[in-house]
């Protein structure tokens, strides 16, 4: 049972920095993606960054250059550092992971509980 546990939110002024974490364990098979994604409230998920299993990254355009994803491979830990935060940063961040299944030729999808970032003065 794959389990994925988040830290690092919590209140920032605009202009602050902060950094999220995201720790997977219980695979038995290898991590592909690992993504977040944010939920602010009336509005719907969307991708901020993600990092493959060949560190290949993206990012969401409202977020380059002030937000990084990065992966500790052998820990299976995924790393947002955001920086120059602003207001409309403001959501719940979500870590999520892709799994592939090979011999069953699928994508399994995990998600953890989430992590709130407000970014207010």
């Known amino acids: 049972h794959v389990q994925l546990v988040e830290s690092g939110g919590g209140l920032v002024q605009p202009g602050g920095s902060l950094r999220l974490s995201c720790t997977a364990s219980?695979?038995?098979?290898?991590?592909?993606?690992m993504n977040w994604y944010r939920q602010a409230p009336g509005k719907e998920r969307e991708l901020v960054a993600g990092?493959?299993?060949?560190?290949?990254?993206v990012y969401a355009e409202s977020v380059k250059g002030r937000f990084t994803i990065s992966r500790d491979y052998a820990k299976n830990t995924v790393y947002l550092q955001m920086n120059s935060l602003k207001p409309e940063d403001t959501a719940v961040y979500y870590c999520?992971?892709?799994?592939?299944?090979?011999?069953?030729?699928?994508?399994?999808?995990?998600w953890g509980q989430g992590t709130q970032v407000t970014v207010a003065s």
């Open positions: 219980g695979s038995i098979f290898p991590i592909n993606a």
């Open positions: 999520n992971v892709q799994i592939v299944v090979a011999f069953q030729r699928r994508t399994d999808n995990y």
């Open positions: 990092i493959s299993s060949g560190s290949s990254t």
